[in-house]
């Protein structure tokens, strides 16, 4: 490797010191939730002291250059619209990930699997282009306190911009690492697909919801949980390579957002219907884009008796055994190249089993372990599909 390759290698990790806090530290916290966090930064690092922890980090960024998949936790819900909570979406994620299996690391490390921690977060910030420059230079002076003037001026500082600037990094870094976000409000989804996209990859979007998300804006924000499908739709060319899956809280039928925008819809009520032939037909509608699939998991496309503890519940979604059918079918014959899970807010649990115990998060878990199980696989032919290629595909 010549000097120059080293240089920048070692200018993209610097960068994404100031980006990126350790596992569960993307949320400020000064007294409440600071010693849970700091609970959960040991247990997830096997440290005992910060110092530990610090290190740990260091250590799985030195890894992203040869990781297979990597992991990104973008702590925010400012682009939620009715019930938030999904800030303690990616921490709480990872407490139920380490309860479930706590061999989890050792997993992580056999796989070439790297959690890169979480985006840092100012909460009541979502996207710099709603930043005004006076409040951008104040949150640049906070967060970036010890950067020099020249590169703190053009250093990101609302989440979305953050977290789009640490993807571009990693996949600078590493081209073909495949990225896995915990959310976050749906918005949280946008930075990897727009990272990915932007860095030559070409997919389509398989999207559980129990909502469209497909406005072009909404009460004048262009980017938010209600608006990021219509962008990523836009992005990806149209042409049904947008499947949603699981809705049933339109203002509009199938037909209209099928028609206007050229997606792919399977409402909830049909795929429940009959389940073998949706998960049949969810999968041809796939195959038909030629494309590898980026898989956007909304929780509220699981029916809310499984998951009540997102913003927006509703009941008559799909059942996780849909879901989970669906992610490994795709997963096996079509082949994942990113993957999230947005919108869990535990907080809101609403609905608990015979123990006491929420559904939400062991549901989470299951659908997590699913798209890993699929992205750590090996690579159906055809998964990296670089910008000619597509070109010529149409």
């Known amino acids: 490797m010549t000097t120059t ?5 070692a200018a993209i990790l610097e960068e ?11 949320l400020y916290l000064v007294s409440t939730g600071a010693a849970e966090q700091k609970a959960l930064q040991r247990r997830f690092y096997a440290g005992e002291s910060d110092e530990d922890v610090s290190g740990a980090f ?8 040869s990781a297979r998949v990597v992991v990104l936790g973008v702590p925010s819900d400012t682009g939620a619209g009715f019930h938030r909570g999904s800030n303690l979406g990616p921490q709480a994620i990872r407490e139920a990930l380490l309860a479930h299996d706590p061999g989890l690391r050792a997993y992580y490390d056999a796989h070439d ?5 979480d985006v840092v977060v ?5 996207d710099d282009e709603m930043v005004s420059f006076p409040m951008r230079q104040r949150a640049r002076a906070a967060l970036y306190a010890d950067v020099p003037d020249d590169v703190r001026d053009t250093l990101p500082v609302a989440p979305l911009s953050i977290a789009e600037r640490a993807w571009r990094l990693i996949l600078a870094l590493n081209p073909r690492a495949l990225p ?3 959310g976050g409000d749906h918005s949280t989804a946008w930075p990897a697909v727009k990272a990915l996209h932007d860095a030559g990859r070409r997919f389509c979007i398989l999207q559980f919801d129990a909502h469209t998300d497909l406005l072009e804006a909404r009460l004048g924000v262009r980017m938010c949980f209600a608006t990021w499908s219509f962008h990523a739709n836009d992005l990806i060319g149209r042409k049904q390579r947008l499947i949603q899956v699981g809705l049933r809280a339109s203002r509009f039928p199938r037909e209209h957002w099928e028609r206007t925008l050229g997606v792919r819809q399977f409402w909830a009520k ?4 009959d389940v073998d032939r949706a998960v049949e037909d969810v999968v041809a509608a796939v195959k038909a884009t030629g494309l590898p699939c980026f898989l956007s998991n909304d929780i509220d496309g699981t029916d809310d008796a499984h998951a009540s503890a997102t913003g927006t519940p509703e009941p008559g979604g799909l059942h996780p055994d849909v879901v989970t059918r669906i992610i490994e079918r795709v997963g096996r014959e079509v082949g994942f190249v990113g993957a999230d899970v947005m919108e869990v807010a535990p907080m809101l649990e609403r609905r608990f089993d015979g123990q006491g115990r929420g559904t939400t998060l062991p549901t989470a878990v299951r659908y997590h372990e699913a798209s890993l199980a699929a992205l750590v696989r090996p690579r159906a ?3 990296f599909v670089p910008v000619a290629a597509a070109a010529q595909a149409g």
Do not use: F, I
């Open 113 to 117: 699997v790297v959690d890169a921690g």
């Open 16 to 26: 994404l010191r100031l980006l990126l806090r350790p596992a569960g530290g993307g």
């Open 180 to 182: 896995v976000t915990y």
């Open 381 to 383: 032919p055809g998964s």
């Open 58 to 65: 260091e250590a799985s960024l030195a890894r992203l250059k």
């Open 270 to 273: 049909d795929v429940n219907a």
């Open 122 to 126: 100012v909460p009541q910030l979502l």
């Open 5 to 9: 390759n080293n240089g920048h290698e």
